[in-house]
């Protein structure tokens, strides 16, 4: 009896043993499992942290964007780089950095001309056969038509290819649809750190865009078309009336250039005292607004006398040249703003009158009117220095909205050049100017560089500008140490609203209001 009682004492031991070890088992598996659980619980609380830290970043670059003057946008405003240390905010082991960069500081690949695209393409290829073939093919891949330029390609060229497509012939929505375009390898479009040759989409744009504002974020006058009335408004604080009638004088062609006037490239006098060429055009100071940050642009008050009425625009389109499509089927906005085919808010002021004014009309005594293409034209007329002061505030085209214009402030050197291909010296001076002056505060200051000759200022005014309403932000959201990364990259216009609130405002009063049509977003 011993021995198989002794058996049953064994067998109830090892029994115990085993469940003992299942139990153990079993409960480090619900251990495992429970931490696991727990580290993605956390990984995914960071990474909801990180994301709405990159949405903090965003909205505050939106908001710096929101108060700043639209009317000179240059690499020294406070919206370039922002960060929560900046803001003196903290949140525990999180950060933000986001950085805005201006897209008008680029080459707009939809709008830039063959010569511009070949002189671009062979500062970077080092190769000017190949820059002629890229150039060719980025016209024939943005136009409408199937028939190739010499060097070009279109879809008979892509569908010959390992794998087949065809050329878009319409404008470009990325740059990197350049990829696809012949003669664009991998190499030119990502660049090479090691010669200093920035990624291509560092260099262009396919969204550049700037309001058609005077200095203080007010609508331009069209010298074309303006009134007397108008032109006193718009001009008054800068010009005489003298002054004001011989431009008048000189765009009805009943006038040539007045006695006294000094001959190009020497320095105007006002009485007595010489006024250097490289004077500034002088910028008021601008009131503050009630509701509005104190170091922000603030909206200055309207003249007691309104404009004329004007035929407004039946809506917002791009320059000749200027994809369409950007204008008429953008993606959705945010921000609670709508479409970018959606007009601005029903107290828009227009631009300028339409229908007059073109080449080959006549004034009341018979004489042909002059076509002003630039105020380049009005050098003839004015001195120097009151011409540079007038600049950003009239135009010569009733659009609200430019396209393709390139930023003085913001491009970088390879875009400069393209512009002056056949004059680096000139690239080297505004370079020079805008880093001494803290960047150019009007076109005009142009005429401050000595380098450049009459022809070059004729072809270079038209093609630049000192402001942007398009703009790359780039938000990213970091949790620790990058435990978890957000990161954010949008382009955005930015356009402004002139608003009149009748039941709180007088007539003449306006309300600035900003909207952000979203063009691309990408979030991860």
């Given amino acids: 009896m011993m021995p198989q009682r002794r058996r049953k004492v064994g067998f109830a031991l090892v029994l115990v043993l085993g469940v003992m070890l299942l139990l153990t088992l079993l409960v480090a598996a619900i251990a495992f499992t429970v931490r696991g659980e727990l580290n993605v619980t956390a990984a995914f609380e960071d990474q909801v942290r990180a994301r709405y830290l990159a949405h903090a970043g965003l909205h505050k670059a939106l908001t710096e964007l929101m108060s700043d003057n639209p009317g000179i946008d240059s690499y020294t405003e ?44 062979t500062q970077i290829t080092d190769d000017g056969a190949l820059a002629e073939e890229i150039a060719d093919s980025i016209i024939d891949w943005r136009d409408g038509d199937e028939e190739p330029r010499l060097l070009g390609a279109e879809s008979d060229y892509y569908l010959s290819l390992e794998q087949p497509y065809r050329a878009k012939n319409a404008p470009f929505d990325s ?33 550049s865009a700037t309001p058609n504002v005077d200095e203080r974020g007010l609508p331009r006058v ?27 004088r000189f765009r009805d062609g009943t006038s040539q250039q007045p006695s006294g006037q000094q001959p190009f490239g020497q320095a105007p006098q006002i009485g007595t005292q010489p006024v250097p060429p490289t004077a500034r055009p002088p910028i008021g100071q601008r009131p503050m607004q009630p509701g509005m940050g104190q170091t922000g642009f ?33 993606p959705q906005g945010v921000f609670g703003v709508p479409r970018a085919g959606s007009q601005f808010g029903s107290g828009q002021r227009p631009m300028g009158r339409q ?39 009239i135009t010569t085209t009733d659009q609200p909205v430019l396209y393709g214009l390139v930023n003085l402030n913001t491009a970088p050197p390879e875009v400069l050049a393209a512009l002056l291909p056949d004059n680096p010296t000139a690239v080297d001076e505004i370079l020079t100017y805008r880093e001494q002056n803290g960047g150019f505060r009007s076109v005009g200051e142009l ?8 022809a070059e200022l004729q072809r270079l005014v038209p093609r630049v500008c000192v402001k942007s309403a398009t703009f790359r932000i780039r938000a990213a959201g970091i949790v620790g140490n990058h435990r978890a990364v957000h990161l ?9 609203n002139l608003s009149t609130a009748s039941d709180t405002l007088t007539a003449n009063e306006s309300v600035p209001t900003v909207q952000f049509i979203v063009r691309t977003w990408k979030e991860r």
């Fill in 78 to 121: 406070t919206w370039t780089e922002r960060r929560t240390e900046d803001e003196g905010w903290h949140s525990e082991d999180g950060t933000f950095f986001v950085r805005v960069i201006d897209e008008s500081g680029k080459l707009n690949i939809n709008t830039a001309d063959r010569e511009t695209l070949v002189a671009f393409f």
């Fill in 175 to 207: 740059p990197y649809e350049l990829l696809l375009v012949k003669g664009i390898t991998r190499d030119i479009f990502y660049g090479n750190p090691n010669s200093g040759i920035p990624p291509l989409p560092e260099l262009v744009t396919a969204y």
């Fill in 222 to 248: 069209n010298i074309n078309t303006a009134t007397r009335e108008q032109l006193l408004e718009a001009l008054g604080d800068i010009l005489t009336e003298q002054e004001i009638d011989a431009i008048l």
């Fill in 298 to 330: 603030q909206r200055p008050q309207q003249p007691t006398q309104p404009r004329p009425s004007q035929q407004g625009q039946a809506g917002l389109r791009p320059s000749r040249g200027a994809p369409e499509e950007a204008i008429e089927q953008p």
């Fill in 355 to 393: 229908g007059s004014g073109q080449m080959g009309g006549q004034t009341g005594g018979g004489q042909r009117r002059r076509q002003i293409r630039s105020p380049l034209d009005l050098r003839p007329v004015l001195p120097t220095e009151k011409l540079i002061a007038i600049w950003e505030r």
């Fill in 447 to 454: 005429l401050n560089i000595t380098s450049l000759t009459q």
């Fill in 488 to 496: 954010i990259d949008v382009i955005v216009e930015r356009r402004l």
